[in-house]
């Protein structure tokens, strides 16, 4: 556009009149709440939720503290009433429409305004708009009653003749992990769990706001802004477009139909990537909405652009499953997310940046949303457009059968559809897939036995509605990102579990299958796996509310919620590691555990590439504190796996395996350009004396995994358990050992420190004669470390920095894996 007329136009805009665009107020203040049984009113936080709000008036004890949790469950089984009120100036009064928009209330919530019932709900996951012109005075009081949700699940299970698997959860709509999980506590939440808004406008309001890609290449996007609306008017509107605060587009449009779509080109885009491929770009773009000088509404939105594909191909094995970003094959390495709080109003801003943050230098690209927890909050996706973290998204089923009568499947529509039309414009939104492990359950877990063949095929039949056309049909109908029916494809009692689709193996840990396994099952996509370990001191004692990291007691017992946890890790620590005696160095020991099993699959899977093209853990976060399969613990603590996650999903990998007595090592490159270098393998004493080397000229094309040397071990005559063997690749080092960690021989040699204070935290030089595996550094004062868990070569010195608010570092203790062996 010529820049005269932008210029003209930019004044024009300036001189416009802002009086009548529609006007929020956020109903957050003056809210009291109590027992529907009480009589006095306490004070709460809106939003929120009753167990909090019940702790913060000190009635309840830390719902994560010791074993309160079992004493706290009386607290959902009662009715809670929230109240607040709140005046409304003459100029909202007067405003052609009000409308209260409750944004998420968790779950059977009966609402009134000034004594008239103005809502009921069932949905916990979903918003619900109120017109309430007619209800709304000078002073106003809004009243919203919690009903305990057994009433209401009691009422529908009675309607069926048989009880669908896995009880009494799936007739609700709300996060399901909250009726308990192997790794969570039951803690039923009830309450105003987003925000209230009264929402005034007069002729004209913005709805919705997609910006649709249509065409993407190198040479051009073509986008069609589609803006849906609530009107009055019948006027002729003009709409502007801003790219980057920059007007591109002006059009215009008679105010009737609902909704209106404009197409617009961009030339020589730049695309969004996934941050370990490219860069996440993003364009802001705004929608200006005009009846002649005057603003109507205007609405902003950051917008990637990329094309996403799910490749699922037949092929000669099986079935592809994998991912395309802008036409790259992308290989997915990441975790599976889940709440970060039982009491999600807990979560803030800080929370989700600090852990997403923590995703992306762990050099994770994606991360599956799983369906027994949230939908996320518009934070999560923001931060995950910003940071280039893809997102498996499921919708938010798990593990059960659930009904399919037409009030139950509306409600969900309304959900899904909602959900999807929130999170339509986010370019990190890879798939949404339809639920986690109900058609495995249902194949494979016995809840088909005991039932009649019209029983069986009802439940089935209702489950293919939902999911093999209601949800699938959202999503083709909203966006373009792919959907896939349920995570995993085949349970891993089906051999075609390796073969095609995405799996859960979960032959580690459930099936008690040594970590090797992991070696030579390889699936098409890991979209689960995963091992349990302890969390971090600081977590321990907080559980134990002192200074104990005893795990053998009653409050610990509580965090670990899997039956057969504890002898699970003893078992397999068994197989691999010295057992310690002490608590101390048995937490310790059962991190490395994790780390050395999920790194071991990590990394088969990786050199498996291309025919294996994602690997997931299970998992990545917890919701209270607590012994799970966590990378990273619930007080933010990179527990050992997430430390050498990070090396193990390097876009440029050095991966080592012995098989048949030949060292092989493997490059993987995860990047769009060759890898060329020098490829040196050494193998060292633990004095650091040098016993062999090799060096090969490499050069490694780009997306591949290639075997690149293999040394015949036999003719080297090594003692397996004295050596460690040091692969070196553009500057970076792998160590590999030839025995398991219980078998090395590892020398006892001091750790030398020197420590200095930087601008923000510390700098800690080690150094020692003798190779020491696993240093793990502890400090009592919160911070984070660079490294972690990491092996020092002798006679190197290795540099760590400690992210820390504190002054001083008073007290550092070094444990290295060294001295637990005899
Ligand atoms: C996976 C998940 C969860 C569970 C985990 C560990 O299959 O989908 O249901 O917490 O296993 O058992």
Not at 250 to 261: G, H, L, V
Not at 675 to 688: A, H, P, Q, S
Request: net charge neutral; aromatic share 14%.
């Amino acid at each position: 556009m010529n820049r005269i007329l932008v210029f003209v136009l930019l004044l024009v805009c300036f001189s416009c009149k802002r009086g009548n665009t529609p006007i929020t107020v956020e109903l957050s203040k003056d809210w009291t709440f109590k027992n529907v049984k009480d009589t006095s009113w306490l004070t709460a936080e809106v939003p929120g939720e009753v167990h909090m709000d019940l702790f913060r008036n000190k009635i309840i004890e830390a719902p994560f503290v010791g074993n309160n949790e079992l004493d706290l469950q009386w607290v959902s089984k009662e009715d809670w009433a929230y109240k607040t009120t709140f005046s409304v100036t003459d100029k909202i009064l007067l405003k052609k429409h009000l409308e209260l928009n409750f944004k998420g209330l968790d779950t059977y919530a009966s609402v009134y305004l000034n004594d008239s019932l103005i809502l009921e709900t069932k949905n916990a996951f979903r918003g619900y708009k109120v017109d309430v012109k007619s209800f709304l005075k000078d002073e106003n009081e809004l009243r919203v009653v919690f009903k305990s949700t057994s009433i209401a699940e009691e009422k529908e299970k009675a309607r069926l003749s048989y009880e669908l698997p896995e009880g009494n959860r799936v007739f609700t709509r709300k996060p399901q992990f909250q009726y308990g999980w192997d790794w969570g506590p039951q803690f039923n939440t009830m309450g105003i769990s987003e925000p209230i808004e009264l929402i005034a406008w007069d002729d004209y309001k913005i709805e919705n706001f997609y910006v649709e890609q249509s065409v993407l290449n190198d040479s051009v996007a073509d986008l069609i802004f589609r803006i849906s609306y609530k009107t009055v008017i019948e006027d002729r509107l003009t709409y502007e477009f801003y790219i980057n605060d920059t007007l591109e587009l002006i059009q215009y449009d008679e105010a009737k139909d609902k909704s209106t779509r404009f197409p617009f080109q961009i030339k020589n885009p730049k695309k969004w990537w996934p941050h370990n491929i490219g860069a996440p770009y993003l364009y802001d773009v705004k929608c200006v909405v005009k009846k002649g000088n005057q603003i109507l509404d205007s609405i902003s939105v950051k917008k990637g652009l990329r094309t996403i594909e799910l490749v699922t191909e037949k092929d000669s094995i099986g079935a592809s499953f994998y991912f395309k970003v802008n036409e790259v094959p992308v290989y997915a390495k990441g975790a599976n997310y889940i709440p970060q709080n039982s009491f999600q109003n807990q979560v803030k801003k800080d929370h989700y940046e600090t852990l997403l943050s923590a995703v992306v230098e762990a050099n994770m690209n994606m991360l599956r949303v799983w369906g027994g927890g949230i939908y996320e909050r518009d934070i999560f996706y923001d931060l995950c457009d910003e940071k280039g973290i893809l997102v498996w998204q499921d919708f938010m089923f798990a593990c059960a059968m659930y009904p399919g009568d037409e009030a139950f499947l509306e409600n969900v529509k309304i959900e899904a559809e909602q959900q999807v039309k929130r999170l339509r414009n986010h370019a990190s939104i890879a798939l949404w897939c339809g639920n986690n492990e109900s058609s495995e359950g249902w194949r494979r877990w016995g809840w088909q036995s005991n039932r009649g063949e019209e029983e069986r095929a009802e439940i089935w039949n209702n489950y293919l509605k939902l999911f093999d056309s209601i949800l699938p049909e959202i999503v083709a109908s909203n966006t373009s990102t792919p959907y896939w029916e349920s995570s995993p494809s085949y349970g891993r009692g089906n051999p075609k579990y390796k073969t095609e689709g995405d799996a859960h193996d979960w032959g580690i840990w459930h099936d008690e299958y040594p970590f090797e396994h992991l070696q030579d099952n390889v699936p098409r996509f890991m979209s689960e796996f995963g091992f349990q370990s302890f969390p971090s001191y600081e977590a321990i004692k907080f559980i134990n509310a002192n200074d104990s990291i005893s795990i053998a007691s009653p409050a610990f017992s509580t965090h670990q919620k899997h039956a057969r946890g504890f002898s699970i890790i003893e078992n397999y620590m068994a197989r691999d590691f010295p057992v310690p005696t002490n608590d101390e160095d048995y937490v310790y020991v059962s991190q490395l555990l994790q780390a050395h099993g999920i790194t071991m699959g990590i990394e088969a899977q990786r050199r498996a590439k291309p025919y294996t093209m994602g690997t997931l853990y299970w998992q990545l976060n917890d919701c209270w504190p607590v012994a799970s399969w966590s990378s990273i613990d619930f007080m933010g603590n990179w527990k050992a796996l997430h430390y050498k996650a990070k090396h193990s999903f390097d876009n440029v990998l050095v991966s080592l395996r012995v098989q048949n007595d030949i060292l092989k090592t493997y490059v993987v490159n995860d990047n769009l350009k060759p890898e060329n270098g020098t490829l040196k393998t050494r193998i060292l004493d633990f004095k650091g004396n040098e016993l062999y080397a090799f060096s090969k000229v490499i050069g490694v094309k780009p997306l591949v995994s290639a075997l690149q040397t293999e040394i015949n071990l036999k003719a080297l005559n090594l003692k397996a358990s004295e050596v460690v063997v040091v692969s070196e690749f553009q500057n970076k080092k792998r160590l590999f050992y030839l025995v398991k960690p219980k078998d090395l021989k590892l020398s006892k040699a001091d750790i030398q420190q020197k420590i200095t204070k930087t601008t923000d935290g510390f700098s800690i030089e080690l150094y020692s004669k003798a190779l020491q595996k696993d240093v793990f550094l502890i400090s009592e004062s919160k911070g984070h470390f660079s490294d972690n868990f990491f092996d020092l070569l002798p006679n190197e010195t290795k540099v760590i920095y400690f992210k820390t608010k504190a002054l001083q570092l008073k007290y550092l203790k070094i444990k290295t894996f060294n001295k637990l062996l005899r």
